[in-house]
């Protein structure tokens, strides 16, 4: 029995050394650290477990102890070319071999991580918890109690948000969608941190819709169609100048207070007139349902787009939420990140192959909408300048500043090829004449000189107010809760 024993535990040596060689060989194909340096490659972790028979695995974030004959720690590695779906576990002497720095930086974040939780909790000895940590700690460390983060990967960096560009590997032997490859932008990743995966994986996960979205929206021919059924330019003011009863039939998500299908009447017909104006309700009464409700009205006029949308960055993400609620069949694209990321969007989102010939000004736009802060509208100036814009459309508009004191937004925006403007705000007009001087420039193009005009602080606040509201009268809309 004993040398029955001694040939059994043989085996098992020979079978583990013989998966440890799979291993290496597997992990030869790591992608070494791109131009971005080592830290562009991450070790994360996954919740996946492929047991082994008779393994007893205890896992930490990013790596695992295998009970064996020999303890075997293994980690798990995302290359920063594939996906948060891709990842894979590879023993720790090729990894340390491989990716000495950021193992190192991984160790030390986890370590970190754990002693703020073991000092919250009290433990004494919380330095040393933190070294030695119990399977306890690295779960409570790398598991939300919301579950938006599982064993330390975000589980919103697995939902895919768009798919960018397909390319077709050359392969005669398999059917078409079997060797299609599509570049996916992550949810909540930057358009820089998109990553290749075969079409059919994508689809495998549930995400082959936006596939056929990416199609769609690659599709010239789409808007040569909807071009045909819109108004003649001739015949935009006298469209413009109809009011219409009901709100428009596209909008999806509720229906429009009165008041606010009056503001939406109210910027048509300056639409169709070619005056800019400036929209001033009172905050809560819906000053971006109301924008996004024109945008939609100027459907059958003008077409869908493109129009642009400059807010503040804290804002970005309700403006999104607004479109994909009221407006989800509009093409919404929100204009931020890196340099690089933004190189990419612009490629990926902006004009049509097949127009690339023709000028900037002349090509059709694969977007309807573009969300923008003020940060990025002026860091982007160079691509947002070779579009002629239906609208544009900027919230909180008191940061514009004219004058001898430009701000470097003012100068960004005022040059825009565009249509019409429309200024929101709900700063009250009597508390920021200078700031509605300002305003008034932009949407104008005339500078305003107040002591001039007889708007010095010698003049009563009273009859400022009246010239004010009297020379603004055909560009400005405010509405006040009590009122509505």
């Excluded at 477990?49 to 798990?76: C, I, M, P, S």
């Excluded at 996916?184 to 290749?196: G, P």
């Excluded at 001087?437 to 107010?465: C, K, M, R, S, W």
């Amino acid at each position: 029995r004993g040398a029955l024993r001694r040939e059994k535990a043989k085996r098992r040596t020979s079978r583990l050394n013989l998966a440890a060689k799979r291993a290496v060989a597997a992990a030869d194909g790591l992608a070494s650290p791109g131009p971005g340096g080592p830290d562009e490659e991450e070790v994360e972790s996954d919740s996946d477990e492929d047991a082994e028979e008779g393994a007893q695995r205890l896992r930490k974030n990013g790596k695992r102890h295998v009970a064996k004959l020999d303890a075997v720690t293994e980690y798990l590695i995302r290359s920063s070319t594939s996906s948060y779906w891709e990842v894979r576990w590879v023993p720790e002497q090729t990894v340390k071999f491989r990716l000495p720095r950021q193992i190192g930086k991984f160790e030390k974040r986890t370590e970190s991580i754990i002693e703020n939780i073991a000092y919250e909790k009290g433990i004494e000895d919380y330095a040393s918890a933190a070294r030695h940590p119990s399977v306890e700690l690295l779960h409570e460390a790398f598991n939300s109690a919301d579950g938006s983060l599982v064993d330390g990967i975000p589980v919103d960096s697995k939902e895919a948000d768009r798919v960018l560009a397909a390319k077709e590997e050359p392969s005669l032997a398999q059917p078409r969608e079997d060797n299609i490859r599509v570049l996916v932008k992550w949810r909540l990743m930057q358009y820089d941190e998109a990553t290749w995966m075969d079409l059919l994986l994508l689809r495998k996960l549930g995400f082959g819709a936006l596939y056929d979205a990416y199609l769609e929206r690659n599709d010239v021919s789409h808007v040569l169609a909807r071009e045909q059924e819109i108004v003649p330019a001739d015949m935009i003011r006298k469209t413009c100048r109809q009011q219409m009863e009901e709100q428009p039939p596209t909008l999806a998500f509720g229906k429009l207070h009165p008041f606010q299908l009056e503001g939406v009447n109210w910027l048509r017909y300056n639409f169709g007139q070619r005056n800019s104006v400036i929209l001033a309700d009172e905050m809560g009464l819906g000053k971006t349902v109301q924008v996004i409700a024109f945008i939609c009205s100027l459907e059958p006029v003008v077409g869908r787009g493109p129009h642009l949308v400059v807010i503040p960055l804290s804002t970005a993400q309700n403006w999104m939420n607004e479109f994909a609620r009221w407006a989800p069949h509009l093409n919404v694209i929100q204009y931020h990140g890196r340099a690089g990321s933004r190189k990419l969007l612009e490629s990926c989102e902006f004009f049509y192959e097949e127009e690339a010939d023709l000028k900037p000004s002349k090509r059709h736009t694969k977007f309807d909408v573009v969300v923008t802060s003020y940060e990025m509208a002026v860091l982007g100036r160079a691509m947002l300048s070779k579009i002629r814009w239906r609208t544009l459309i900027v919230d909180e508009a008191h940061r514009l500043k004219s004058g001898k004191a430009k701000s470097q937004l003012f100068q960004t925006l005022d040059p825009l090829d565009r249509r019409f403007t429309c200024l929101l705000t709900g700063t009250p007009l009597q508390n920021n004449l200078m700031e509605l001087f300002n305003l008034y420039q932009f949407i104008t193009g005339e500078e305003v000189d107040p002591d001039a005009e007889g708007y010095g602080d010698d003049v009563p606040q009273v009859e400022v107010i009246e010239k004010l509201h009297a020379k603004l009268k055909s560009h400005l809309l405010r509405r006040v809760k009590r009122d509505v």
